[in-house]
């Protein structure tokens, strides 16, 4: 059976997407906040499958609220492996697909780590845009002997490195560096209308969002770089949410500091691993990433749907 989501299925969401070939680092928390941090315009909605009792799918879908592009839609479905070809990933798309027709989607985005998805996507009329690595950093063999020499040196040159705790009551300066940094990456609709008071809700007011183990660089106290962090104590796994610099200041080694930062305070938590997705062409971000070690764990490809039938 196909129904909305219920802020009470969050937990059992969080623990089926723990089941996905490269786990989430999501908890039922932060799945409850996707879908209240929403705005409006976004029209956002999610729905399960009910198998046996307990939620054996899940869907979410919205109008992508953070492009100038009117009319972008995307939806997202996970069923577990051994709950695929029952017709359960269909029956909740054709669900998601009428809900977003609905709304105004004129186009749709989906993405997928799997063959299953990569089929049933192309068999919907989705075709392939993009391709971004899913990376994994273990935490315990990073190797973390250059945060001391380089946060020296960044010292000398003006930087402050301050934990995002020490400067969240800035919310507008750290606004206007995410959205500088977001509208660059490379993706088939840029995000580049991030308004101020959405992004309070669903950004800064992520209840995964890490404050003592997100950090900024500052330069004359103005933030220029950043590398924020969600967390799953549970799961002692983390993710790196978004990483960027302002780009009137990179290629000084400032994500580098952030993100040399940020890692360590994981380590020092006990957390395991931290995964990021970066895009194939973000060329820079994927050197940075590879460089302190993580390693590609999956390819995520993205799929766009052009006409809505």
């Known amino acids: 059976m196909i129904r909305p989501f219920r802020r009470e299925d969050a937990d059992a969401v969080a623990a089926l997407l723990r089941r996905d070939a490269v786990p989430h680092a999501l908890t039922g928390a932060g ?10 315009r976004a029209r956002a909605a999610s729905w399960v499958a009910e198998e046996d009792g307990g939620v054996g799918g ?3 879908a919205r109008l992508r609220w953070a492009t100038s592009t009117e009319g972008v839609g995307e939806l997202w479905a996970f069923v577990p492996p051994a709950s695929r070809r029952r017709g359960v990933g269909a029956a909740l798309y054709e669900v998601a697909h009428e809900h977003l027709r609905a709304a105004g989607a004129r186009v749709l985005e989906s993405w997928t780590t799997a063959d299953d998805g990569a089929r049933f996507l192309r068999a919907r009329g989705f075709r392939e845009t993009r391709r971004q690595d899913v990376l994994q950093l273990d935490v315990a063999t990073a190797d973390l002997s250059g945060l001391e020499r380089l946060h020296a040196a960044k010292k000398a040159d003006g930087y402050e490195l301050a934990r995002l705790a020490a400067v969240a009551d800035r919310p507008e300066e750290l606004h206007r560096l995410d959205a500088a940094a977001t509208a660059e990456i490379p993706t088939t609709y840029a995000e ?10 669903e950004a800064l007011g992520h209840p995964q969002l890490s404050r003592e183990g997100s950090f900024v660089v500052l330069a004359a106290e103005a933030p220029v770089a ?4 969600h967390v799953d104590p549970a799961s002692r796994t983390a993710a790196n949410e978004m990483t960027g610099t302002h780009p009137d200041h990179r290629r000084r080694g400032l994500a580098r500091l952030a993100k040399l930062a940020s890692i360590a305070w994981a380590r020092e938590q006990g957390y395991e691993a931290i995964r990021t997705d970066t895009d194939e062409e973000n060329s820079g971000m994927l050197h940075l990433n590879r460089s302190l070690g993580y ?15």
Do not use: C, G, K
């Open 31 to 40: 799945i409850r906040h996707w879908l209240a941090s929403q705005p409006e």
């Open 58 to 60: 899940w869907l979410r």
């Open 192 to 201: 580049d209308d991030v308004r101020l008071d959405d992004w309070l809700i």
């Open 226 to 229: 950043y590398a924020f962090l």
């Open 295 to 309: 390693r590609r764990v999956a390819t995520e490809t993205q799929y766009l749907l052009e006409e809505l039938r």
